[in-house]
């Protein structure tokens, strides 16, 4: 009898016993590891949502691993990027795991975890949060922003946008397939720190911090490199030769003419890139800033940027294909045979405004002509050939009909059923606050979280 | 036995008169005289009562289907074949109309009186060989005309009054989007239709010995022009009486008939339905029709070339030419390059004007 009483007391003291210290205003103390076994939310969510009050917490863990994906060390140097990169772009940065997501998506979990955990910087509680879920079967993540960072209700010069969101989204995903999930959380917070700095994820070292840009003025830099091999293509004869070919042109033509490889667009789009390097580099002549710059990035594609007074034809989207095209075929030979190449044609362009076919375009457009031509050929052939027999059967007897005597006496539309054809036609997908699809993630721009705070973030599956 | 032939005399002279389709008059040849129908109608009264008239005793029977007649100007026996009722006496020239082959059934309706004369033939043939790019060069002067011969065809002409349900099949679409489909819903319906027409005058000839699709080719006629039948407008044409009848022909008339009933019931009774198409539960009643009897005028000729003879007719009312020509290969080769070239040419400019450029 004794021993029943000492079971009941002990099942009663468990029972009362809290799974995790709460704060006065109902939200959680993050103390407690996991998620409560009776419960359909984390342990960190409120219990009651409808008065529940934003606050920020500073001391709150800028790193929750409660997937226990982290090793202590690696935790720990996440931590210090995490305060180096925050304390650099002044946004706060959170990190957090879970082995399930509760049934929220992975969007909704990330939101929540932000808002009724007190994360973000100042009054509008600036910041990012990285949710990683290791749910079998619902592995992926979620990056939400908020505050200056949501392009939903800030214009500022560091905003969360879709190419922003594809560019960190795509760094991350190497790491996230392969399981180096803290070296890649290390580079996504040392990527986030260059956007909040830059305005940009992976800024070159030419470009400009936010507040640089913000009091930046255009000038023309008379010593600039035409030439700007950033990605290694061009050896050093090769660039002295396409150098003093550029300054040729440039002299001749009035037209600032510049080359520039670069490994890739460093997050920012690929018109944003070259039309941020021929800006911030100081490129173009006489007031207009008249010039032309070909980008030819690591991946093998090329861009053509212009600006001011150049040749109507480089205005035309087939002629730059076409020019394009045929320095891209020259390249294939050597990124140096394509860039002459291109000089070649651009000398053509600025000397004639037009540039030429290739070869294979005449004899593709001779072929196809040759066999257009076949049409009338057949068609005045037949002509000629049915001219010369006049002699056919009679088909109808139209000409013979007696004016007003044809009459409908009664008539009856019988109706005997319906058939459908269906063809499937996919409509186009535009960006909404429900969500889109953009590059490999799925981009949500200006979303609301269960708390009313607005968010905007991208997330994938891995 | 004796076969009645009738052949029209000069009143001045006593030879043979011909139908001249200019003046429309009987002409003699041989004094240059003229003479309306009626004249010689008059003029051959009034020897019929100082002579008596002329009795021709018919020759030959011995084959079965040829008899013989006796050319009552130089008295030559002319063999003529059951459908021939009007002939040139091969001797004298003198023009015999077989009047015992035109009466009762076999006697026409009408006639259409040669309006074109065979002097004016070569032209309508120059014209018609106007703009045949696939003409042999040498045709022109290589080629001989044979024989004109101008033809009285017999022709049946119909009145048809078709009559009855035609039943289409159409339907009426509409397209709307469903989800990632785009449906097209066809409500479909028959549509039946009772109804009736009228075709008057449809020719179809009536001679074995013509080819039906040259014979149609020929058309249209005016038949306006159409005049009572009298054997002088027989003289000195060719003549032929009907050998496939009324009934016969009938079936190929219908077809013709039932072709447009098709088209103009259609044409006229579905607008707003797409996909119309005719049902095979249809029914046009064509028993409703009658036909006569008439001789519409033709030349028909051939034309030797490169030991080839081309059949062709000419519609003695209107002029129009049928036929079939040669062709030369190499022209039609060098016909085709021609046009290749000029269409790969334009092409070629308007790519380099557009795209090339």
Known sequence: MKKKVLWIALLALLTLLPFGSVKADGAPLLIAPGPAAESDKPFWYPQDTSNFQFFTDATAPRVADYADIFTDEEEAAILQAIGTQSARGGADIVVVTDSSSYGMSHREYADDFYDYNGYGFGKDRDGIVLFICMEAGNRGWWTSVTGRLDPAVSSGPVLYTETVANALDDALYDYMVSGRYAEGVIDWVGNVGTWLVYGVPFAPLWYPTVEEQAVWVRERNASAARIVDNAGLFAGSEASALQQKAKDLSDTYGVDVVIHAAKNDCGMGKNAYAQAFYQYGGYGLYSDYSGILLVMFGDGSQLLYTEGEVPSCLNDYETVERLLDMSGEAAAGGAAKGAEKYLSLLEKALKNNRIPHSSGSWIMGIVMAALGGLIPGAISRGSASASMKTVRTAFNSNDYLVDGSFRVNSGNDVYVGVTTSRVYSPQSKSSSSEGGSSGGSTYSGGHTSSSGSSHSGSGRKF | ?357
């Open chain 2, 1 to 357: 036995m004796a076969n009645n032939v009738s052949g029209r005399k000069c009143p001045n002279c006593g030879s043979a008169l011909r139908y001249d389709p200019e003046s429309s008059r009987l002409i003699c040849d041989f004094c240059d005289s003229g003479f309306t129908i009626e004249e010689v109608d008059a003029a051959d009264r009034e020897q019929a009562q100082q002579v008596g008239s002329m009795n021709f005793t018919a020759g030959n029977e011995a084959l079965q289907n040829l008899k013989a007649y006796v050319c009552s100007s130089c008295g030559a026996e002319v063999v003529a074949d059951p459908q021939t009722v009007s002939l040139v006496c091969p001797y004298c020239g003198s023009n015999i109309v077989l009047s015992d082959k035109i009466n009762g059934e076999l006697c026409p309706d009408g006639i259409i009186p040669f309006a074109i004369t065979p002097k004016a033939l070569p032209q309508a043939v120059r014209n018609f060989y106007k703009g045949k790019k696939l003409l042999p060069r040498n045709f022109f002067s290589d080629a001989s005309i044979g024989t004109v011969q101008g033809i009285y065809v017999p022709f049946w002409l119909y009145d048809s009054n078709p009559a009855g349900e035609m039943i289409f099949n159409g339907s009426k679409d509409r397209t709307y989007r469903d989800g990632d489909y785009v449906v097209t819903e066809h409500r479909n319906f028959e549509l039946h239709r009772n109804v009736s027409m009228s075709f008057h005058d449809i020719p179809t000839d009536a001679s074995e010995r013509m080819e039906d699709a040259l014979m149609d080719s020929l058309e249209p006629f005016d038949f306006s022009a159409m005049k009572a039948f009298n054997t002088d407008y027989l003289a000195g044409y060719v003549a032929d009486r009907w050998d496939k009848n009324a009934k016969e022909m009938k079936a190929r008339t219908d077809r013709r008939v039932y072709n447009s009933a098709v088209t103009i019931a259609m044409t006229n009774t579905t607008a707003g339905y797409s996909d119309v198409n005719l049902n095979h539960r249809s029914h046009l009643d064509m028993s409703n029709s009658t036909a006569r009897f008439v001789l519409l005028p033709v030349y028909v000729f051939d034309i030797k070339w490169n030991n080839q003879a081309y059949s062709f007719a000419v519609n003695g009312q209107t002029g129009k030419v049928v036929g079939t020509l040669p062709e030369d290969k190499a022209l039609k080769t060098r016909f085709f390059l021609k046009w290749w070239a000029i269409g790969a040419a334009v092409l070629m400019a308007v790519n380099w004007l557009l795209f090339l450029h």
